[in-house]
Structure formats: structure tokens, C-alpha cells
Nanobody, 132 residues
Framework: QVPLAESGGGSVQAGGSLRLSCSSS???????MGWFRQAPGKEREGVAAIDHDGTTKYADSMKERFFISRDNAKNTLYLQMNSLKPEDTAMYYC???????????????????????????WGQGTLVTVSS
């Protein structure tokens, strides 16, 4: 398990931007990292993943507005969110995984498919609220 702490959530109007951060006291350099979100009454869904070599994978509905990045020297993961919509309102979680490299078309990159979620280390989440 990797300790993770998200920050940067808040309230923003539609069309605005936010940058989320996820930091750790441990070296994240060798880990696959990802962002997930869970809206009220809905299942947790994948947003984006970034491997230790910088390879990224986005959920189709977010690839034009959200950008994942990492700074291994700071042990920090980021999610830049632009053109936010009310439907982006959710709790956002970061996660770490050793990396999934199977042949599964449903994988969120190195975070793997839904069945791999149980192997992730999770942060406590940060709330993003987008008003219209």
C-alpha cells in the first residue's frame, strides 16, 4: 500500500478549471498512477492513467478536457481539468498500482480493467463541485 493524499478540489462555475494534486511520502516514480471519480449515486469510473514512463491513457469522454501528469521528483500526480461541466461534479480519487500490462481492451492503461481496482492503493478523495 502506498499512502496518497489528494488536494485541489473545490467549487467552480461551469467552464472553469481546476488542478488536482496527489502527493505521497513515498517514491512514486516506479508506480502506475491514475485518477478516478465517483459522482453521487454512481459507480466509480476511471478518468486517466499515467505509467512510470509517462505513457497516458484517458477515458474517452475526458481526453479533450482533462490532462494527467506527474512530477516524480516531487512524488506528485496532477490532473488538470478544463472546461468543467456540472456533470464533472464528483469525488476525485488518485490511485497507485504496480501496473497491469495484460491484453484487455477495457483497461485504463496501466491501471488495468475494473477487476484490477482491488489491487490499487487509494487516497481519501477530494471533492469537485461544478455549478451551472
Amino acid at each position: 500500500q502506498v499512502p496518497l493524499a489528494e488536494s485541489g478540489g473545490g467549487s467552480v462555475q461551469a467552464g472553469g478549471s481546476l488542478r488536482l494534486s496527489c502527493s505521497s511520502s513515498e517514491n512514486l516514480g516506479g508506480w502506475c498512477m491514475g485518477w478516478f471519480r465517483q459522482a453521487p449515486g454512481k459507480e466509480r469510473e476511471g478518468v486517466a492513467a499515467i505509467d512510470h514512463d509517462g505513457t497516458t491513457k484517458y477515458a474517452d469522454s475526458m481526453k479533450e478536457r482533462f490532462f494527467i501528469s506527474r512530477d516524480n521528483a516531487k512524488n506528485t500526480l496532477y490532473l488538470q481539468m478544463n472546461s468543467l461541466k456540472p456533470e464533472d461534479t464528483a469525488m476525485y480519487y488518485c490511485a497507485a498500482d504496480a501496473g497491469y500490462y495484460g491484453d484487455d481492451q477495457t483497461s485504463l492503461g496501466c491501471m488495468g480493467p475494473l477487476s484490477n481496482r482491488k489491487h490499487h492503493s487509494w487516497g481519501q478523495g477530494t471533492l469537485v463541485t461544478v455549478s451551472s
